[in-house]
């Protein structure tokens, strides 16, 4: 899984063959070879004759050569492109969608050739590319689906979910507002439904495009919603709670009221109030401060990742549930619901973020310590052990960046990345060692080695970041918001405290990014030309 067998014809530049230095255009007229002067086609011309004929010679290739100084510089793409996708307006074969605010109300999605780090095209005639149609001010999430090219972009200054066709560049428009204080949005990839927890007013909302109604349920303080790649699971978290919630659908027509429809199923809400179709219900388990979920790879388990004291509370662990009893079809026959969970599994170094290579399930959270501040770990666990064995399943515990983990992905070279967000209250800051916010875990051989990106130390006047952001803080990027692997080119971009910085992973050393930097906030990027889905 981490290190696919990838492949894939390359768009880039043809280089346009020189003439030999020891291959001159004119022969020389000195005595010696004039024996050898055989003119055209072996008759012999006249002086003049052969000096204009010379010159004409010299204009053709001068001809020539122009002619072909733009094929120099054209872009090329096989005849069969990958997957049959078609040839995009800006004619890069890899392209890095950035989201970028400028002042809050207004913002872009713009476009960069991620083969060569640059915005603008080799033959410097382009000098910009964006995603034509989009102006939402704060585009703070790109949820991107490279086989299916297309994407859908949330932004959290007016709560609108743009869908953007990835073959024609541009903006598909909205398909609703999620509003303004939405935390979470959840899209499968065939798009059946979407899914938005609204914070503020105590509301999920679910899109149904099968039948192109909306509903909004009530679940008070609910801050996270999550679904599976099927579009079969959809479950809910409520903040400072340990209720987990799932999200099943009525037959048409099957209760006459909401309220029945309650009384029937022990559900919490069903919308709407008359002929209810979706409700809400808890899920049996043990949970402490649920905040996310990992579905397993091979659609039967969902990983329900318990924050614990990183959240305010007691334990953090994960819980494992059958997948088949919490999927939407399934209409509860009595207000008891059966319990789906399968074991409990502790995880001392918290998790807030997971995802697995099919064996190993990699987790990343923080856990407090003795002095009052959390320290990021990465934490192993062996997904067949955690149902045999809970108590053995946890196989190893990292140290890596502090902050709220959010990211995490696997890259070329056998590594792992993760990012979160604001580690300079972590415990790396307050024993002043490098407390950036990006970790690079080589998982090569049989160690597991995790370093913090970039590399520094404080205080030092030569182990500083490479590529200061605005700030000019010589030691601090600031959070990580965005992540995506550039697959086969040993490379990751990221949006990392509001600019763009792109990693080698071969060693994690920070590659050239002043051609590739944005004028504003860079809030998230996605490689729009992924191979699968699994780039970001």
């Known amino acids: 899984m981490k290190n696919q067998s990838l492949f894939a014809l390359r768009a880039g530049v043809q280089p346009f063959p020189s003439p030999s230095p020891d291959a001159p255009l004119l022969q020389s007229s000195s005595a010696q070879d004039k024996s050898s002067r055989s ?36 872009y090329k793409f096989p005849a069969d492109t990958y997957a049959g996708r078609p040839i995009p307006p800006s ?10 605010s400028a002042n809050g109300s207004s913002g872009s999605l713009q476009i960069v050739d991620a083969l060569r780090d640059i915005r603008n095209n080799v033959a410097d005639t382009i000098p910009s590319w964006f995603i034509s149609g989009y102006s939402s001010g704060y585009p703070s999430a790109i949820l991107n689906f490279p086989s299916e090219t297309t994407g859908y972009v949330f932004s959290a200054s007016d709560g609108s979910l743009n869908h953007i066709n990835y073959s024609t560049e541009a903006a598909m428009g909205s398909i609703g507002s999620f509003q303004s204080a939405s935390g979470a949005i959840a899209v499968p990839p065939n798009a059946g439904h979407y899914y938005g927890a609204d914070e503020a007013a105590g ?5 149904d495009n099968l039948t192109g109604n909306s509903y909004a349920i009530n679940l008070p303080n609910v801050f996270k919603v999550m679904v599976n790649k099927g579009d079969t699971v959809a479950l809910a978290m409520v903040r400072n709670s340990n209720v987990l919630y799932r999200i099943f659908k009525l037959n048409q027509s099957q209760y006459m009221s909401s309220t029945l429809a309650i009384q029937a199923t022990g559900a919490s809400d069903c919308e709407p ?8 219900v808890q899920v049996p388990g043990t949970y402490d401060q649920p905040t996310n979920v990992y579905f397993s790879l091979d659609g039967t388990t969902a990983y329900v990742l318990n924050c614990g004291p990183e959240c305010g509370g007691t334990k953090a662990s994960v819980t494992l549930l059958q997948q088949g009893p919490l999927n939407q079809n399934v209409i509860p026959s009595s207000p008891t619901q059966p319990n789906p969970q399968i074991a409990n599994v502790a995880v001392p170094g918290g998790v807030t973020e997971a995802l697995s290579d099919g064996t190993t399930l990699y987790l990343a959270g923080q856990q407090l310590q003795s002095d009052g ?9 062996n997904q067949a052990a955690a149902v045999t064995s809970p108590a053995t399943a946890i196989t190893g515990k990292y140290p890596i960046s502090d902050g709220n983990h959010t990211k995490m992905l696997f890259a070329d070279n056998d590594t792992l990345w993760i990012g979160s967000q604001f580690c300079a209250t972590g415990e790396r800051a307050h024993l002043n060692m490098n407390y950036n916010c990006l970790t690079m875990v080589s998982l090569s051989g049989t160690t597991i080695s995790p370093q913090i990106v970039p590399n520094v130390t404080l205080g030092s006047s030569t182990a500083v970041v490479p590529y200061p952001n605005q700030n000019d803080n010589q030691y601090y990027y600031g959070s990580l918001t965005g992540i995506c692997w550039v ?4 490379k990751v971009y990221t949006a990392y405290g509001g600019q763009v910085h792109i990693f080698s992973t071969v060693d994690g050393s920070e590659i050239n990014n002043s051609l590739v930097t944005v004028q504003g906030t860079a809030l998230d990027v996605a490689y729009m030309d992924a191979l699968t889905d699994d780039a970001d």
Do not use: D, W
């Open 91 to 100: 004619k890069l074969a890899e392209r890095v969608m950035i989201g970028v």
């Open 203 to 207: 509301m999920l909302q679910i899109a």
């Open 487 to 490: 697959q086969n080119y040993n």
């Open 39 to 74: 003119g055209f086609f072996g008759l012999r011309l006249p002086f003049g004759a052969q000096m204009l004929c010379a010159l004409l010679l010299v204009l053709t290739s001068l001809g020539i050569c122009s002619c072909h100084s733009n094929a120099y510089y054209e």
């Open 273 to 280: 109030a008359t002929l209810p179709v979706y409700c809400v």
């Open 373 to 381: 501040y959390f320290e990021g770990f990465l934490s192993t666990m």
